[in-house]
């Protein structure tokens, strides 16, 4: 059995997304530790100066810290797109999930992953996702919105399609709530009952097998 450890109570769970204004502005988020480069911000910033030479209203909050925060800075910098984004560091839970709902797009081009949480949580407020094929994220997500770990041009161009294509956005945020529901608290708290129980019934010395 196996079941994961994230917490989706049913007051987190969103509506699905309507259309952004053709003109508005697009906010692309990535929640993660910066202590190393497993998350792939890295590769994020790779992808962002062909993105926002098609796109100019384009930006990107990170939210998380760590030792390699003032590396990305200056990624950025030698990028030249310093000021598309914002670190914001640590933040509270309250805070994360005002980041989650005023985003337009979630990302996570990670290289190593579990089951992300951070994902999950996007996921259950209707935010549509794209993440790399590693870990658990292709539990999470169609593999028409995940790419090979490490290809910036590639998520620059999975950005930019999905970025012009608000229909598909929208589709996307009520499918997410649909998928993050199979890891609601309700189905979770089940599955760890029943293993809890299989754990007391199993025989406790080889004799009684």
Known sequence: IGCSDVLLPPYIFGEP???NSPDA????LMIGSLENDCKGVDILIDALPALVAQLHNVHVRIVGDGRFRADLARQAHDRNVQVRIHFTGQL???AVFREIDACDLFV??????GLPRAMLEAMARGVPCVGSNVGGIPELLPAEYL???GDAQQLSNLLHRLLLNSYERV???AQNITRAKRYSSDILDNRRKSFYQRVKTFPRRATEL
């Open 17 to 19: 997304r309507s259309a």
């Open 25 to 28: 502005a697009i906010k692309l």
């Open 92 to 94: 509270d839970r309250e």
């Open 108 to 113: 996570m081009p990670s290289r190593a992953e």
């Open 147 to 149: 790419l090979p770990a």
């Open 171 to 173: 589709q996307m945020s």
